[in-house]
C-alpha cells in the first residue's frame, strides 16, 4: 500500500509564495507519477502539475506555468510544489497523489489511485 502525506498549506497575501511538500511511503516501485491537484469549493478537482519521480520530467497546466514548480528529492521520498506569485484564485485544498509504474505521468485525476488527504492554501487579496 503507497501512503501519501502532504504538508505546506497555509494563508499568504497575494503575491507570496508556499511551498508544499508531498511524502511518498515506501519507494519500493522502479517509477512513480506524483501528481497534485486543487479544488476549490464547489468547483471540480484540478490537475496542477505532475512529474515522474525517476526521470524528474515535469508536466504544468497552463494556469500555473511559470509561477510553479513541481520538484523531488528522491532521498527523502518527497516531491514539492513551489508556489510564487500566488493569486486568490489559487484558493483552494491542495492534493498530492501517486501512481506506481505509469506509461505517462500527467495530473488527471483518474489515473491516481493513491491520494493524502489535502492541505490548504488560502490567497487573500
Not at 515522474?52 to 513541481?70: C, H, L, M
Request: glycine fraction near 10%; aromatic fraction near 12%; include cysteine.
Amino acid at each position: 500500500q503507497v501512503h501519501v502525506v502532504e504538508s505546506g498549506g497555509g494563508s499568504v497575501q497575494a503575491g507570496g509564495s508556499l511551498t508544499l511538500s508531498c511524502v511518498v511511503s515506501e519507494y519500493i516501485y522502479s517509477e512513480y507519477c506524483v501528481g497534485w491537484f486543487r479544488q476549490a469549493p464547489e468547483k471540480e478537482r484540478e490537475g496542477v502539475a505532475s512529474i515522474f519521480i525517476s526521470k524528474g520530467t515535469p508536466y504544468y497546466a497552463d494556469s500555473v506555468k511559470g509561477r510553479f514548480t513541481i520538484s523531488r528529492d528522491n532521498a527523502k521520498n518527497t516531491v514539492y510544489l513551489q508556489m510564487h506569485g500566488l493569486e486568490p484564485e489559487d484558493t483552494a485544498m491542495y492534493y498530492c497523489a501517486a501512481e506506481v509504474t505509469p506509461a505517462v505521468c500527467l495530473p488527471n485525476a483518474a489515473r491516481f489511485r493513491y491520494w493524502g488527504q489535502g492541505t490548504q492554501v488560502t490567497v487573500s487579496s
